[in-house]
C-alpha cells in the first residue's frame, strides 16, 4: 500500500527530500497562500506546531499560487513573509502546482486518499465554493485541491486519515491532530 513516505519532494532551495525521512511522525501538510483570506491560519498552525513538534509532530507546509494568484512572490519572498510576519518555524517546500496536468505527485495522492466533501454550511462557505469551482473549471477533473490552506492529517505509518478544508474551524484541525498524536 502506497504512503505519504514514497513521495519525494523539494524544499525551497529546489533540493529532493524524501518524505520517508519524516517516518513515524503524524504530519499535517498544507497547501498556503500569502494573500489568502486564510493566511491568518499561520497563526495557529505555528502555535500547533511550537506545542506538539517535540511530540513527534511536524507541519508541511507547500505554497501555490493557483488559487487567485495568491502567493505570487518567490520561495524566499514567501518564506520571509511567513517567518516574519508569524514567525512560522515549520518546513516550507519550494512552490508547486496541486492541480492540473502539473500538479505534484503528493497532492494528487492526499486528494485521492481524502476526496472533497465540502466547505460546510453557511453563506461564506457558499460563496467560497462558487469562488473555487470558477477558478476550478480549468483544471476538469484534476481540481485535486479545491482551495488555499487546504490541510492533510497523516497517522504515523504515513497513512491520510482526515482532510480538512480552510473553512474547517482550527480548533477542530488541532483536536485531530492532538487525538492522532494520543495513538
Known amino acids: 500500500m502506497k504512503t505519504v513516505y514514497d513521495f519525494t519532494v523539494k524544499d525551497m532551495e529546489k ?7 519524516y517516518e513515524g511522525k503524524v504530519l499535517l501538510i498544507v497547501n498556503t497562500a500569502t494573500g489568502c ?18 511530540k513527534g509532530f511536524e507541519i508541511l507546509d507547500f505554497p501555490c499560487n493557483q ?14 513573509f511567513c517567518t516574519i510576519k508569524f514567525g512560522t518555524e515549520f ?17 494528487a495522492f492526499l486528494a485521492s486518499e481524502k476526496p472533497f466533501e465540502s466547505f460546510g454550511k453557511g ?26 490552506f487546504t490541510k492533510f492529517l497523516v497517522n504515523r505509518k504515513g497513512e491520510v ?6 473553512t474547517t474551524d482550527m480548533k477542530d484541525v488541532l483536536s485531530a491532530v492532538i487525538e492522532e498524536l494520543e495513538k
Not at 488559487?67 to 518564506?79: K, L, R, T, V, W
Request: net charge negative; charged share 30%.
Open 161 to 166: 486519515v482526515a482532510r480538512f478544508e480552510p
Open 91 to 107: 518546513p516550507q517546500f519550494a512552490k508547486i502546482d496541486v492541480n492540473g496536468e502539473n500538479a505534484d505527485p503528493l497532492f
Open 15 to 21: 533540493n529532493e527530500v524524501n518524505l520517508g525521512k
Open 123 to 148: 453563506l461564506k462557505n457558499i460563496a467560497l465554493k462558487k469562488f473555487a469551482d470558477a477558478n476550478n473549471k480549468k483544471f476538469g477533473d484534476k481540481a485535486y485541491i479545491k482551495w488555499n
Open 37 to 54: 483570506g486564510f493566511t491568518p491560519h499561520y497563526e495557529p498552525l505555528e502555535a500547533m506546531y511550537g506545542e506538539y513538534r517535540d
Open 67 to 80: 488559487f487567485a494568484n495568491q502567493a505570487p512572490g518567490s520561495e524566499e519572498e514567501i518564506h520571509d
